[in-house]
Each structure stands twice: as C-alpha cells, then as structure tokens.
C-alpha cells in the first residue's frame, strides 16, 4: 500500500510529514513571477507607494472636488470641533436656563449630558489634531 507506511505521495505528501519548505530565494523569486526586480527595487517600490497612500488620495471621496474653484475635500475635524465648542455652549446655557426657570431634573440633566458629550468631543478631535492628523 502506497502511502500508508510515510512514503511520499505524488502531491510531496507524506503520511504525517508537512511538505517540503521552499527556500526564501525560491520564495522571493515565485512572489516576483516574471518581475526581473531585486530585493531593493521591491522595498524601494513599497516605501513609494505607502509615501504616496500616507499622503492620502485628493478628490478620491468628493466627486465635485474641484468644480467652480472648490479645494480637495479633507477631514472634517476642524468642523468638528466647532460644532462641540457650539453644543458645549448650548448645553450650558440651556442647564442654566432651566435651572433659573425651575424645570423638572430630567429638563436640567438633558443640557449638561449634552455638555459632557460636547467636552468628551472636543478632547478626542483634539488629540486627533495633535496627533496631526488633516482638517
């Protein structure tokens, strides 16, 4: 019986054997297929490519970019922020109105929940803007 007493099969196979391993070469050479190009040109391809993925794609989510003079679309944390700045200020003013008019708990716990939204916002876009990330 053929195969059963760990001789190799046609498939390189054998009974509770793993298939011979490649040589990195023989890898390297196989991954490139007919490419004629060394380890360095390869390495040097992919640091061009992530330089050109990290510098992002313009336009690639706006199809309007550009039209009448428009700038690229980029992130909107600067918007973002100001908009929790906007809600910070609305949730004090209104937590401060409906304590002065004597409103029920839930009328005054619904700005300030508001408020802590907008404060817990403004620290993540912050970070993010730190962090350098575009907008």
Do not use: C, N
Request: no cysteine; net charge neutral.
């Amino acid at each position: 019986m053929a195969g059963i007493e760990g001789e190799d099969r046609p498939d390189g196979m054998g009974r509770g054997r793993r298939p011979a391993d490649r040589s990195s070469a023989d890898r390297g050479a196989a991954d490139r297929g007919a490419a004629d190009q060394g380890p360095d040109e390869d390495a040097a391809a992919r640091d061009r490519e992530r330089e050109r993925y990290a510098r992002g794609l313009p336009d690639y989510h706006d199809p309007t970019a550009g039209w009448g003079g428009a700038p690229p679309a980029r992130s909107a944390l600067t918007l973002r922020l100001v908009l929790a700045v906007f809600g910070l200020v609305a949730g004090l003013l209104l937590a401060v109105w409906a304590m002065r008019v004597d409103a029920p708990g839930w009328l005054v716990a619904l700005p300030i929940i508001m408020a802590v939204t907008a404060v817990v916002d403004i620290v993540v876009v912050a970070r993010r803007k730190r962090r350098g990330e575009p907008g």
